[in-house]
């Protein structure tokens, strides 16, 4: 059975750091990803990770060269390292991850997740 647990979520003021983390069990998977909600919004990419012999990451434009997304193989966990956090990135921000090797921008095409977390940036 798959299940992914993110931690790391938290309140911080506009232009601090806040690092996530989500550990999978069950089985280990080729793409790994980051989705956030925000109230009133519907769900969007943030980043996402391959790893098929070779380490590939994607961003959304939103949060290109402020946030990365890194992977442990060998404790089967993804982070996500958010770096000069703005108001806007206020979300409940989601683990993913894909059976598949393609690379997917969009929710639908996840097919496991984690419960959220939520990030708070205060301006």
């Known amino acids: 059975q798959v299940q992914l647990v993110e931690s790391g979520g938290g309140l911080v003021q506009a232009g601090g750091s806040l690092r996530l983390s989500c550990a999978a069990s069950?089985?280990?998977?080729?793409?790994m990803g980051w989705f956030r909600q925000a109230p009133g919004k519907e769900r969007e990419f943030v980043a996402a990770?391959?790893?098929?012999?070779?380490?590939?990451?994607y961003y959304a434009n939103s949060v290109k060269g402020r946030f990365t997304i890194s992977r442990d193989n060998a404790k089967n966990t993804v982070y996500l390292q958010m770096n000069s956090l703005k108001p806007e990135d206020t979300a409940v921000y989601y683990c993913?991850?894909?059976?598949?090797?393609?690379?997917?921008?969009?929710?639908?095409?996840?097919?496991?997740w984690g419960q959220g977390t939520q990030v708070t940036v205060s301006s």
């Open positions: 993913a991850v894909d059976l598949t090797t393609v690379v997917y921008t969009t929710a639908r095409d996840y097919d496991y």
């Open positions: 069950g089985r280990t998977f080729n793409v």
């Open positions: 990770i391959t790893w098929n012999g070779a380490t590939n990451t």
